[in-house]
T-cell receptor
Framework: KQEVTQIPAALSVPEGENLVLNCSFT??????LQWFRQDPGKGLTSLLL?????REQTSGRLNASLDKSSGRSTLYIAASQPGDSATYLC????????FGGGTRLMVKP | KAGVTQTPRYLIKTRGQQVTLSCSPI?????VSWYQQTPGQGLQFLFE???????NKGNFPGRFSGRQFSNSRSEMNVSTLELGDSALYLC???????????????FGEGSRLTVL
């Protein structure tokens, strides 16, 4: 059974910092890994999708990497802004879609 | 292009009642999947429908059911509601081509169910 862990569970940083969110998974037989952001009480917004054959994807200030062999993905956020404050979730797509518990990010002005 | 639409956004039910939630996927998407989100359990997969057929199912009791119509719209039903069914129910769509779980997921805003 796939298990997905996100560390840290919560993170508070001052505006402008670069930061890394981590996602680890136990079964490397995956189709893809997707990063989402969720604002309180809202649905999930897709940030980046990395196919199993890819190593990384970039969108604006966001960069996500995938290392299937070690069961790890990282989401790098450059020059963080208060508007980046949200919960970030990774979802690993194998036979089932399995979500991590999320990292709650607060960026202080 | 319209996103994923879920209705109703909020609802309150009492124990023992049943509830039906609706999801309209992005135009052209044939796969709809449903998730339950609670503070204690996080996001958990309920089931996925593709071209009116259930293609995958999570580990939930038979009180949770769903269906998909020919226009790809989907409904999920929860019968005999329990207090523990209080949650945010999220629906996601993707093109569904190439097999399950292979495409990018797009989520709706969710239906928040409170069971009293």
């Amino acid at each position: 059974k796939q298990e997905v862990t996100q560390i840290p569970a919560a993170l508070s940083v001052p505006e402008g910092e670069n930061l890394v969110l981590n996602c680890s998974f136990t079964d490397s037989a995956i189709y893809n890994l997707q990063w989402f952001r969720q604002d309180p009480g809202k649905g999930l917004t897709s940030l980046l999708l990395i196919q199993s054959s890819q190593r990384e994807q970039t969108s604006g200030r966001l960069n996500a990497s995938l290392d299937k062999s070690s069961g790890r993905s990282t989401l790098y956020i450059a020059a963080s802004q208060p508007g980046d404050s949200a919960t970030y979730l990774c979802a690993v797509a194998g036979n089932m879609l399995t979500f991590g518990g999320g990292t709650r990010l607060m960026v202080k002005p | 292009k319209a996103g994923v639409t879920q209705t109703p956004r909020y609802l309150i039910k009492t124990r023992g009642q049943q509830v039906t939630l609706s999801c309209s996927p992005i135009s052209g998407h044939r796969s709809v999947s449903w998730y339950q989100q609670t503070p204690g359990q996080g996001l958990q997969f309920l089931f996925e429908y593709f071209s009116e057929t259930q293609r995958n199912k999570g580990n939930f009791p038979g009180r949770f059911s769903g269906r998909q119509f020919s226009n790809s719209r989907s409904e999920m039903n929860v019968s005999t509601l329990e207090l523990g069914d209080s949650a945010l129910y999220l629906c996601a769509s993707n093109h569904g081509i190439g097999g399950r779980n292979t495409g990018e997921l797009f989520f709706g805003e969710g239906s928040r169910l409170t069971v009293l």
